[in-house]
């Protein structure tokens, strides 16, 4: 449309928010950068910074506790995800179908998402704890588990109790983008096809599926670089214990900065996190792009 | 398609078993809140509270003794922090979404915005960290108030542009052939045109600050900045030894955010979907 | 153009050329209009016509060339600074305010003081009969209302220029016709100078002092409605305004003496043969013959009852033809008769006792005729 005034105007209008981005993201993210090549350490007394080029970076990447780390964290990330995903989808299925309370079940799952994941982390830390934990005296109760067990205090158990209380708080997300896709799987379609005498089953993975996979990529690839972050739920929850068993990449990075003050060594940990993350992000657009594009959203 | 009973048999206990999971943790945060001490540390538990002890909520909402006052600290900084954020970052998106979707301004950058929230915080922390603790703004409302408008900001772009991509934009024409400007244009007609959206996301933002913990429990440390986030992980860690405290810290915390979601429901769903969904 | 005229132009559009990337749409537009006059963009749709209106109203920028409003250059001003008003094809009123405030937002923004502005939102109201209205939002409004309204935030600041996108576009068939009536009545109360843009022949027929019809980005012919119609410059022209649109068809031409002898085959027999003592087409010289497409417009071919006067032989010549289907459209009666290659309409009285597959003589008025070159579709 017009020439020179809006080009003009359109960097007026960005500015302030600009600043604010540039502020507080990019020129942290080129600090941090910059960081990571030196031995810079947090502390009270001024200490000479020496840049020591990719020094960090070899140790960062020869350290079997970090590598555990990124493990840990992709184990986490894979297995709450891929619940969420299929949690959601089926959740999804069934409030797309008509029954009474409905509608009621449909206003219900928002309510998860809508705990603050820190409570979520203290309501199910309370719900595992070893001795007084409803979950114990559930199973119990119910005769499914004979003894009273420490479902995160125990290494084998840990990441998989906090994936359980990930996926409560996360599946309604990937519920309500399926739901709001389902809405648009045109009947005709699903008929015309059991007219074919394709099953309940068939149709669904022939015709259901393919139809709702694109908005639902597109949410699993967001949940995806949430959940590759995670940091809050561990804090609360496990503190990255027992034995480490639980201690992810942020987790990682956050101690190495603030229990060892070792800010040069963790801002390379911090970078190879954020590279991580930056794939995840560009293959996030791309499916965000080819998803709009397809217009099925 | 009319179902057989088995079906229906298998629908309803589905139903029935997602409300239980759904609800079940909620409910028991609740129970918890309201039972009796000892209660809580029966083996095993007694489900049904013996009676109903209200008396956590009372010392919460009261300034006298820690625990309120911890509380009522919290839940005040949390509310500045969340509000202010959550209006810093609207009257800084609204301006930006209008030039992405009227000024032409590239969605590349758009993107860019995005994806500096959806990097993971430990990439930013320890330069802000740095930066405020040289400036003396450690521990300072106003310092989580400006991070959380970086982080709401670019979420918030995003969701105003999609909203005022589908306003007419003839009228905004008109308004310029009329000589308007185009500060005037975006407060006198398009803002009136966009109040929904602006709610919708007003509101999702608040939630977002609400819930933020990384940079909250970083940069404060004490009752005149931490928020709720930060305080109940504290109650958590610390040595409250009744459960049920923490329980009704959960509870109330939770309140704000439940309320919003149950009564705006349609709402929140529709930015929801369309914010993950839509690019 | 003399140089007279150009300095008294309300509007002045020299050698304006937009392109979108490698894509022309509009392609050297010279436009003069003079105060007072009422100017219709016409063609159909993709012709650039709303986009020429833009490039006018200064919402879309232009690529080359120059605008004069009232004697000012205005190709680089905002579209505020033009003194110009527009009526938008959606009205465009602003969804959150009254009647009374869309119409002063203008003056408003202009900060003219209140009683000043109100004084002139009921002088505007008054004209336009929508006192009544002042206190609505547009959402309670009718569509004509709303057209109304629209019109009185253009007319109230008193604009050199009035720019109409398709006004009409959006109403009824009915009300369509009421408020051609209406834009009519105020532009002859106001003598304002107004571009308005249709792709309505009709609507340009009954509105315009001057047409404007534009083809492909090229502006194919300016001149008076009666201009247009009788002397359209191309074949595109020709079909296009009017309708039913003009006969175009394909026959040959051979100047004898003092008349052109015009032979049009038909399907079933023997060319139709017409003598044209008028000047016939220029580039024939005595004794050629050429091919050529044949113009006549639907009345020029009548049924003998229409012509009391009965046939002079020379403008009004008679010949029979085979009617190929018949349609009776209450005022008229419309015929078909395949004639030089394409389905020629005559327009017969409504109680012409004719049927299909009758032959019928029918008088063909030789005045209005109108020659084109086949390759090329210009007028010779």
Sequence with gaps: MLGRRQKREKWILLAPALAVLALITLIPLANTLWLSFTDTRISALPEPVHFIGLENYVYALTDPDFQEALFRTLYFTIVSVGLEGVLGVAVAVLLNQEFRGRTLLRA???????????VNAVAWRLIYHPDYGALNSLLFQLGIISDYRSWIGDPATAMNMVILADVWKNFPLVAYVALAALQTVPEDLSKAAAIEGAGPWKRFCSITLPWIAGPLMVVMVLRTIEAFRVFDII??????????????????????????????????????????????????????????????? | MRRSLVQSILLYGCALLLAAFTAGPLLWLAV?????????????????????DFSRYAALLSLDGGNGERFLSALRNSILTAGGATAAALLLAIPAAYAFSRRQASMVLLFAFLATIMMPPITYVLPLYSTFSSLGLLNHTVTLIIVYTAMLLPFATWLMKANIDVLPVEVEQAAFMEGAGTAYTIRQVVLPLALPAIAATAMLSFLVAWDEFFYALIFTNDLSAKTLPVAIADFSAGRVTDYGVIASVGVLATLPPAILAIAFQKFIVSGLVAGSVKG | MNAAMTQDAILKISSLQKRYGEVNVLKDIDISMAPGEFLVLVGPSGCGKSTLLSCISGLTDISSGTIHIAGRDRTNDEPADRDIAMVFQSYALFPNMSVERNIGFGLEVRKVNEAEKKRKVAEVADLLKIEHLLHRRPAELSGGQRQRVAMGRALVREPKLFLFDEPLSNLDAKLRVTMRTEIKRIHQTTGASIVYVTHDQIEAMTLASRIVVMKDGVVQQIGTPQ?????????????????????????????????????IPTPEGPPLELFDYGPGPETLAAGDTAELTIGLRPEAMTDLGLRSGGMDGRTLQSADCLLDVVEPAGADTYAVVQLGGTEAVARLSADAPVAAGQRVPIAFDLSKISYFDIASGNRL
């Design chain 2, 32 to 52: 918890m809140s309201i039972s009796a001490p000892t209660d809580l540390t029966e083996v095993p538990l007694r489900w049904i509270p013996s009676q109903l």
């Design chain 3, 227 to 263: 201009e247009i119609y009788n002397k359209p410059v191309n074949a595109f022209v020709a079909d296009f305004m009017g309708a039913p649109s003009m006969n175009l068809m394909t026959g040959t031409a051979t100047r004898e003496g003092e008349h052109v002898r015009l032979q």
């Design chain 1, 108 to 118: 219900l799952i928002i309510l998860p998402w809508a705990v603050p994941t820190i």
């Design chain 1, 235 to 297: 804090y609360v929850m496990t503190g990255g214990g027992p034995a480490d068993s639980t201690k992810t990449a942020s987790f990682y990075v956050y101690q190495e900065y603030f229990n060892y003050l070792r800010s040069g060594s963790g801002a390379s940990y911090a970078v190879l996190v954020a590279g991580i993350s930056a794939v995840l992000i560009v293959f996030y657009y791309s499916v965000t792009k080819r998803q709009t594009a397809g217009g099925a959203a």
